[in-house]
């Protein structure tokens, strides 16, 4: 079963940057597609961001130009770089194993000020 330990999270202003981390457990995730959603309670979750196997990209319009993710497969880390923080990007951030995200961490929670 896959492991998916999130960490980076925390309180900023708004303006402010974060890099979120997520170390997996299987080198076989990194040539698949894998992704970032968030979820703030009672409402749906997004999705922010997603890394195919080729490298290639795609990002929420949400957060485009703001957040970006990476991996570093030498490592079996996914990154969410994140600047320009709003308030409206306040929930709680998941790395998921698959871009439909089924397999994802325990989340790490992101709040920004005003």
């Known amino acids: 079963q896959v492991q998916l330990v999130e960490s980076g999270g925390g309180s900023v202003q708004a303006g402010g940057s974060l890099r979120l981390s997520c170390e997996f457990s299987e080198y076989t995730y990194s040539k698949h597609c894998m992704g970032w959603f968030r979820q703030v309670p009672g409402k749906e979750r997004e999705g922010v961001a997603a890394?195919?196997?080729?490298?290639?990209?795609n990002y929420a319009d949400s957060v485009k130009g703001r957040f970006t993710i990476s991996k570093d497969n030498a490592k079996n880390t996914l990154y969410l770089q994140m600047v320009g923080l709003k308030p409206e990007d306040t929930a709680m951030y998941y790395c998921?194993?698959?871009?439909?995200?089924?397999?994802y961490g325990q989340g790490t929670q992101v709040t920004v000020s005003s």
């Open positions: 998921a194993a698959d871009c439909s995200f089924n397999s």
């Open positions: 890394i195919e196997g080729d490298g290639s990209t």
